[in-house]
């Protein structure tokens, strides 16, 4: 039988504790988020957080694993692959219509700047997710003849993912005529 190395964690305390990370996030910031803070939000003992998270990058690198962070749903198909990608780029700049979820992205682009581990754990569940998705829709137009065969998918992805991530940085709205110049310029008319 094997050893229990510790308590188990309970899964309502481990997601109050989550809660509180994001909310304290969304109101403090990363460079004042702390345990203590945290703890006393989610109404647990700082112990418990010490023992199950060793720094509150790790902490923040579950809350993003668990997710909610960023909407990088499925991009719709339909007959208008520029409509479609730019549907789904308002969708995932929409974060900024709510003002705690804008302060939660914010806090994590400081983390994820700082901590190595959060950094690839937040590229892992979120940038690559959403490149993944983007790519594969802009593939599928390819195939289709509504793009041109030689479009570079990746370049054109990272462009994308880049206006995301500038919007998010410089605190400003993704404006829907900003995503409409961008996806005009970006994707061409497919060939003739």
Same mark, same amino acid.
């Given at each position: 039988? %094997?050893?229990?190395?510790?308590? /188990? =964690? ?5 997601? &109050? ?10 109101? =403090? ?7 203590? =803070?945290?703890?006393?939000? $989610? ?5 418990? /957080?010490? #023992? ?17 962070? /960023?909407?990088?749903?499925?991009? !719709? ?24 979820? %804008? &302060?939660? +992205?914010? $806090?994590?682009?400081? &983390?994820? %700047? ?10 892992? #569940? ?10 594969? #829709? ?23 993912? !880049?206006?995301? /991530? ?5 605190? #400003?709205?993704?404006?829907?005529? +900003?995503?409409?110049? +961008?996806?005009?310029?970006? +994707? ?5």
């Amino acid at each position: 039988m %094997a050893k229990s190395t510790g308590r /188990l =964690r309970n899964e309502e305390t481990r997601l &109050a504790i989550l809660d509180a990370t994001r909310s304290e996030l969304a109101s =403090r910031g990363w460079d004042t988020l702390s345990f203590e =803070r945290i703890a006393a939000v $989610a109404g647990v003992g700082k112990q418990t /957080l010490y #023992r199950w998270w060793p720094t509150k990058a790790a902490l923040v690198s579950e809350m993003v694993t668990a997710g909610g962070i /960023l909407p990088v749903g499925p991009i !719709a198909v339909t007959d208008d692959v520029r409509a479609d990608v730019t549907d789904w780029m308002l969708a995932v700049g929409g974060v900024h219509d709510d003002p705690d979820a %804008a &302060a939660v +992205l914010q $806090a994590i682009v400081a &983390a994820v %700047a700082e901590d190595a581990d959060l950094s690839a754990n937040y590229d892992d #569940r979120i940038t690559t997710v959403a490149r993944t998705r983007l790519a594969e #829709r802009l593939q599928q137009a390819i195939e289709a003849g509504a793009l041109p065969s030689d479009l570079k998918v990746d370049t054109v992805t990272q462009v994308f993912l !880049a206006m995301v /991530l500038w919007c998010l940085v410089t605190r #400003r709205p993704l404006a829907e005529n +900003l995503v409409a110049d +961008l996806v005009e310029t970006v +994707l061409p008319a497919p060939p003739r």
